[in-house]
């Protein structure tokens, strides 16, 4: 199960939503749970039936507890600290009933204020609590921006992953780390691929050592993060023990990362191979195939059409 606190995710979000702690100072490490896969159910408007983790009242939920008095209205906040929420935010600058206040302060539940909007806070959280709390992986290899899909490219130790990383950036691409990719599963269908903060900009390549790209290429060289598309899998050609490789491949190979496929593509490596053309025209290929547009289904429909007019 993952989690974060709220002291957290106040220090990350407190300068861009203008948080200030209105009671339950001493609560912040209430721990924030991601139980199931959904990060929406983790923050949203004042919601009884299925209660947010962290719920925000803002000027329609306060007016919508303002209409009840009495044993009603306190019926109502009992109903809200039922589900023992992490956190309150008070939304669009207005300020809590006493009541919800003080109920807060006896169940030491934090109490957050901001004056930016409740759809503005609701959707900043979700992204920070979807980034936060995602599932997240490691992988060896190189990670690059090809024609703007993200390529983790894999292979053994010595195959030439590097060289070929220092080959596309001298052809305009881009690369996001280098060795070891951090790789989280931010939306259902989505996985992002960042560097570690210790190898951020470096690539290391045999014979010449430690590469600063960012200083040597420039700014436009690498790349804070990416979404993983495509994984290029460099063979060593005629190595003993390695499966034979399709020359013709006619189905998808795919790898599971974090419960996603994500599709891979076999290149063998031999000399006088210009890898990063292959992998470049593989990306154009790939994107064609988003598109619907399949080179070799269509290679293959021309020859049934040839095969069917020579029987005729």
Do not use: W, Y
């Given at each position: 199960m993952l989690q974060t606190s709220i002291a957290r995710l106040y220090e990350d979000n407190a300068a861009s939503l203008g948080l200030g702690w209105v009671s339950g100072r001493g609560s912040e490490a209430l721990p924030v749970r991601r139980e199931s896969a959904d990060t929406a159910a983790l923050v949203g408007h004042l919601n009884l039936i299925h209660p947010n983790r962290i719920q925000v009242l803002g000027l329609r939920e306060l007016a919508y507890i303002d209409g009840y008095s009495g044993a009603t209205i306190g019926q109502v906040i009992i109903n809200l600290f039922a589900a023992e929420p992490a956190a309150i935010?008070?939304?669009?600058?207005?300020?809590?009933?006493?009541?919800?206040?003080?109920?807060a302060q006896a169940r030491n539940i934090p109490v957050l204020a901001t004056a930016s909007p409740a759809y503005v806070v609701i959707d900043t959280l979700r992204r920070y609590l979807?980034?936060?709390?995602?599932?997240?992986?490691?992988?060896?290899?190189?990670?690059?921006?090809?024609?703007?899909?993200?390529?983790?490219?894999?292979?053994e130790s010595g195959v030439g992953k590097?060289?070929?990383?220092?080959?596309?950036?001298?052809?305009?691409?881009?690369?996001?780390?280098?060795?070891?990719?951090?790789?989280?599963?931010?939306?259902?269908?989505?996985?992002?691929?960042?560097?570690?903060?210790?190898?951020?900009?470096?690539?290391?390549?045999?014979?010449?050592?430690?590469?600063?790209?960012?200083?040597?290429?420039?700014?436009?060289?690498?790349?804070?993060?990416?979404?993983?598309?495509?994984?290029?899998?460099?063979?060593?050609?005629?190595?003993?023990?390695?499966?034979?490789?399709?020359r013709l491949p006619l189905h998808e190979i795919t790898e599971d990362i974090l419960g996603l496929p994500v599709r891979k593509i076999v290149i063998p490596v031999a000399a006088g191979r210009y890898l990063a053309v292959l992998v470049e025209a593989a990306v154009r290929n790939y994107i064609l195939q988003l598109r619907g547009y399949d080179s070799t289904q269509e290679f293959i429909a021309r020859q049934h059409g040839q095969l069917k007019r020579g029987v005729n």
């Open positions: 935010i008070l939304a669009e600058g207005v300020a809590a009933p006493a009541a919800l206040l003080s109920s979807a980034k936060v709390l995602a599932d997240s992986t490691s992988r060896h290899g190189v990670f690059v921006d090809v024609l703007g899909l993200g390529v983790l490219i894999t292979g590097s060289e070929l990383a220092l080959e596309l950036i001298s052809r305009g691409h881009g690369l996001v780390a280098d060795d070891v990719v951090e790789i989280s599963r931010i939306a259902a269908k989505t996985l992002e691929g960042r560097c570690p903060p210790l190898l951020k900009d470096f690539l290391e390549v045999r014979g010449l050592g430690v590469l600063n790209i960012r200083v040597i290429f420039g700014e436009t060289a690498v790349r804070p993060k990416m979404n993983l598309k495509l994984i290029v899998h460099l063979a060593k050609s005629g190595q003993a023990g390695a499966a034979p490789t399709e």
